[in-house]
């Protein structure tokens, strides 16, 4: 019978279960592009075509076709979030604060899930917004209220049609102030059903404008002066590489009594250059 | 409406502009209108729609 040799680290029972906290809690994850392989480098280029002339040649029947050049250009998007931390819970302590006949390891997991929500998904949100922000191709200042959201929304809209930006998919975060003047707006109809749920609860919230999705998101994450932003996340390069959550049992940490999960979070998030009008950005007014 | 008529004058959709709203009765055969309630427990009557939100109501029936 061979020797029977502990495993120094092992993945949680549910290996997806903190991802899952993670994908629950983040208000950004519908923009995370998993076709986009970063594997084996830190970078990813995209390509962009430009041309030599605007108009569209006109043929000759002496001279023929006219010439029209075309570049191809690169632009590099490297990754340069990489995060992460360790969480320590000492076995005295898990005991004598988890309640007797708690199970073994379930208090650093509590921990991890909370630190998920708390810690690592507003900073990936935030960073996110704040790239958003800065990478924007339509930025208009203007104070919302009652009166004047639904039109403020209606320009976004008209926005990315003249900028021949796809609305389909597109995604619109809002700060609770503004979507509650959407939700009290006059001009937006409510709905009454007549006893063909399956509950009697009263829904006043507003998920949709113009079938775009609106995700409200906390003042704190959005930006202070940020009142919407509209994105086709087709416009955003937004890749989380690596993403490793570690569980060591007391016993299998040398130097330790303690439980304690690494996390790790190599992540980036980037507007295509090339692709910049497909987000527009209202601030408030200076 | 377990299998009755609605009103054609109680609304699908309404704004802010149209509050408060009476609800009318609606018809069903062999069957006399008691109430509209707005839940499905059938415990809380409602007869207008005077909230500017989204609604679900349900038409009570006795034989």
Known sequence: MGNTIALVAKYLADPANLNAVYKAASLTADLEAPKVQFLGANVV????????????????????????????????????????????????????????????GTGIIS?????????????????????????TGTTVELTSTAANVVAQLEAALQTFADNEVPVEGAIL?????????????????????????????????????????????????????????????????SVVKHNPSYFFARGTYPGMDADEIDYRLYYDFFVITNKNKGIYLQTVTE | MDGGTNNVGNPETFVVADLDITLLDPTKDSFTFVAWHDNVGLTSTITTIDTLADIEIWAEWTE
């Open chain 1, 45 to 104: 280029k995209l390509p962009t075509l430009s041309f030599g002339a605007a108009a569209l040649g006109t043929y000759s029947k002496s001279a023929g076709f006219t010439a029209m050049d075309v570049t191809k250009a690169w632009t590099t998007y490297t990754l340069s979030q990489d995060k992460g931390n360790k969480l320590l819970l000492d076995a005295m302590d898990e005991e004598e604060s988890a309640g007797e006949g708690a199970e073994s």
């Open chain 1, 111 to 135: 921990f991890a899930n909370e630190y998920i929500r708390q810690i690592v998904v507003p900073a990936i949100d935030t960073y996110r917004f704040a790239a958003m922000v800065t990478g």
């Open chain 1, 173 to 237: 975060y809002m700060k609770p102030e503004v979507k509650t003047f959407l939700q009290t707006a006059s001009t937006v109809s409510r709905y009454v059903s007549y006893g063909t749920g399956v509950n009697g609860e009263i829904d006043n919230r507003v998920v949709f404008f113009n079938g775009v999705r609106i995700v409200q998101v906390p003042a704190g994450r959005l930006g202070a002066d940020v009142q919407f932003i509209l994105v086709q996340p087709r416009s955003v390069l």
